[in-house]
């Protein structure tokens, strides 16, 4: 054997040393770490956040429908009225010099009525017996016509000054309290145009309602009887429930914004609740409470390489829906009927015990000494080494 063989034979046998010794004396530099969960029962919900404004379930404008001085006033703020109490009077001087005017329009109409009736009952007389000319009948038929359509106008003249004197007097509507009062006595109201606004009465302060305006990208899972909670800036800390009353389909377009108003329930039995107030509300679209539920993420988890080591067993599962379980270096599939979600918990109706430890998520980190990525606080976690990674590899589902 020449020289030349023997340093190629040698090469060789180091070469092959050297792997023998890397492959048997390294100690891997990395594991892998099981995010895990207990299967439990738990609640499921969905909502999102709105602004509103508190107001009385009913309230009614107070005005008047004739013009006057405000004589007197017989409530103020926060004062408690009853259905037909009179709160306020307007002068009467004008409507009386008014009434009395169609009193004497309707006597001096009345009188010629009754004239023209008889003289054209006594020309229907003789016209009938062919006693006068035609003009004649004519002339005392289109007289008593005349008389009898102005007397009709007066007497209903004299019905709308009767009203209007009565318009004069100011009564309440409904039970309830006086939140506002917009006039002081001595001061003229005008009607000629629009009916002025005297008063404000909400009927019931310990129910009250919220009106809510819902983004159009929100609007479609809103109906009717949902839960809701507010909170206002003068109670903080205080949670306050409610639930949909009303969706309103009439929608408002704001700065190229659409919203829809919802109405939601806001009992005010001790009164911390004021007209008014602004409410940051919170509309539970999806509510399910103590229900079997896992991490949404759990589903996404799949056993295959690089997150099983060759040892490692899988025990597979035709199904869509499946949770994993492990035990040892056994990968078990579970499928499962899922029910609810809201992105982060899912319903699990059928196919999981409660109870049952499932994998969520997996990392491959480095071993001890260097860095290592472990589960969440509270989750429980198993690691097994296998094949190393690159370095600095961090590779997480």
């Not at 003789?126 to 006693?131: Q, R, S, V």
């Not at 005392?140 to 003249?157: F, P």
Request: charged content about 20%; some cysteine.
């Amino acid at each position: 054997m020449n020289k030349k063989k023997l340093i190629i034979i040698a090469v060789i046998v180091l070469i092959a040393a050297v792997g023998i010794w890397m492959f048997k004396g390294v100690t891997p530099k990395h594991k892998v770490t099981y995010e895990t969960a207990k299967v439990v029962k738990g609640n499921i919900s969905n909502s999102f956040t709105a602004t509103g404004t508190v107001e009385p379930v009913t309230q009614v404008e107070v005005g008047t429908q004739v013009s006057g001085i405000v004589s007197k006033l017989y409530v103020d703020y926060n004062s408690e009225v009853k259905k037909g109490e009179i709160i306020a009077e307007l002068d009467k001087t004008n409507l009386l010099n008014e009434l009395a005017s169609k009193k004497s329009s309707v006597a001096n109409s009345k009188t010629e009525y009754e004239y023209q009736l008889k003289n054209y009952t006594r020309i229907k007389t003789l016209f009938e017996k062919k006693l006068i000319a035609d003009t004649d009948y004519e002339t005392a038929l289109y007289n008593y016509e005349k008389a009898k359509n102005s007397y009709d106008i007066s007497k209903n003249d004299l019905a709308k000054a009767e009203t209007n004197l009565g318009y004069a007097t100011i009564y309440s509507p409904i039970d309830g309290v006086v939140l506002s009062r917009a006039v002081e006595e001595g001061q003229t109201v005008a009607a000629s145009f629009s009916t002025p606004t005297l008063f404000t009465i909400a009927n019931d302060l310990t129910d009250m309602q919220v009106i809510v305006n819902v983004d159009e990208a929100d609007i479609g899972d809103v109906r009717d009887g949902l839960r809701a909670n507010f909170k206002v800036d003068a109670h903080q800390g205080v949670v306050f429930e409610g639930h949909i009353t009303q969706v309103r389909q009439q929608a408002t377009t704001t700065n190229n914004v659409v919203t829809y108003e919802v109405v939601i329930s806001a009992p005010n039995p001790e009164l911390k609740l004021k007209p008014g107030l602004t409410a940051e509300v919170t509309i539970y679209t999806l509510e399910k409470n103590n229900v079997l539920c896992v991490p949404t993420k759990a589903f996404r988890f799949i056993p295959e390489v690089p997150f099983i080591g060759p040892e490692d067993k899988v025990i597979d599962a035709e199904s869509k829906n499946k949770l994993w379980t492990r035990e040892g270096t056994t990968f078990t599939a579970h499928p499962v009927q899922r029910g609810i979600s809201n992105g982060v918990l899912t319903e699990i109706t059928s196919g999981i015990e409660e109870g049952a430890v499932i994998i969520t998520d997996v990392s491959i980190g480095q071993m001890p000494g260097t860095s290592v990525q472990g589960p969440p606080s509270g989750g429980q976690s198993e690691s097994s080494p296998f094949m190393p990674q690159r370095p600095g590899g961090n590779k997480k589902r």
